[in-house]
Nanobody, 120 residues
Framework: QVQLVESGGGLVQPGGSLRLSCAASGTIFRINSMGWYRQAPGKERELVATITTGGSANYAHSVKDRFAVSRDNAKNTAYLQMNSLKPEDTGVYYC??????????????WGQGTLVTVSF
């Protein structure tokens, strides 16, 4: 009922930048929160950043001051601008959305993930 499609991952050198996008579609009445999580090889999935409809953002300590999350509510799209990337930022980045369907049921959806590799 809700699909999330991520794009923008790839290979970047340390110190470089990438911008991820996540577009939500389906029978959506409202998206309360959109966010980004990542999973490094051999590690558990962790929160990177989230943003509410009103624009209130929350960041993991490890990315604060380097990453910026934003969203376009009219397009049901979220973005993650990643600057000053480090090798430890390498991982699969997943988009997450939590909200309400047109059937007035709550939903939580995940994207398929996009790989970010930070390396020389």
């Amino acid at each position: 009922q809700v699909q999330l499609v991520e794009s923008g991952g790839g290979l970047v050198q340390p110190g470089g930048s990438l911008r991820l996008s996540c577009a939500a579609s389906g029978t959506i009445f409202r998206i309360n929160s959109m966010g980004w999580y990542r999973q490094a090889p051999g590690k558990e999935r962790e929160l990177v950043a989230t943003i509410t409809t009103g624009g209130s953002a929350n960041y993991a300590h490890s990315v604060k001051d380097r990453f910026a999350v934003s969203r376009d509510n009219a397009k049901n799209t979220a973005y993650l601008q990643m600057n000053s990337l480090k090798p430890e930022d390498t991982g699969v980045y997943y988009c997450n959305a939590v909200g309400v369907l047109t059937t007035v049921r709550l939903f939580e959806a995940w994207g398929q993930g996009t790989l970010v590799t930070v390396s020389f």
